[in-house]
């Protein structure tokens, strides 16, 4: 189910480019149209849910981290390492009301983040 005007099921449909780098189980990566890191991708259930504030099932969740982590394998960043972050709402830093996982790596992190 999409829902009307969202960025994200729009580029699901294919509707609006991406570099697509993996897609199955329900899942899509592509590459952050303004990356922050060398590898910056974003990871995404292929239906539509707001936030982790309403993912409901548990599963999906737990199959979302597992296919980011098999595309930073793939991706060739899982031995150096990376990072996975979900900002949620506003104070989280959220833009797009489609649930996503950044994938960022390619260089060290920072901590604490911005
Ligand atoms: P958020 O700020 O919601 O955590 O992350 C949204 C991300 O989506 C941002 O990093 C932004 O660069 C990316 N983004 C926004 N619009 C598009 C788009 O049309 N295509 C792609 N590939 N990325 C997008
Ligand atoms: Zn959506």
């Excluded at 999409?2 to 570099?19: D, H, L, M, N, Q």
């Excluded at 199959?63 to 960043?77: E, K, N, S, T």
């Excluded at 390492?81 to 709402?89: A, H, L, S």
Aim: proline share 8%; aromatic share 6%; glycine share 12%.
């Amino acid at each position: 189910m999409s829902a009307a005007g969202c960025i994200f099921c729009k580029i699901v449909a294919g509707e609006i480019p991406a570099t697509v780098v993996r897609r199955g189980d329900g899942m899509l990566a592509f590459k952050d149209v303004n990356p922050q890191a060398p590898t910056h991708l974003l990871v995404i259930p292929t239906h539509h849910v707001a936030s982790l504030n309403d993912a409901k099932d548990p599963q999906l969740l737990g199959r979302l981290l597992g296919f980011a982590r098999d595309v930073a394998r793939d991706a060739g960043v899982a031995e150096r390492g990376y990072r996975v972050v979900m900002n949620t709402n506003p104070d989280g830093g959220q833009t797009v009301f489609h649930l996503h996982l950044h994938l960022l790596g390619g260089r060290p992190m920072t901590w604490p983040p911005g």
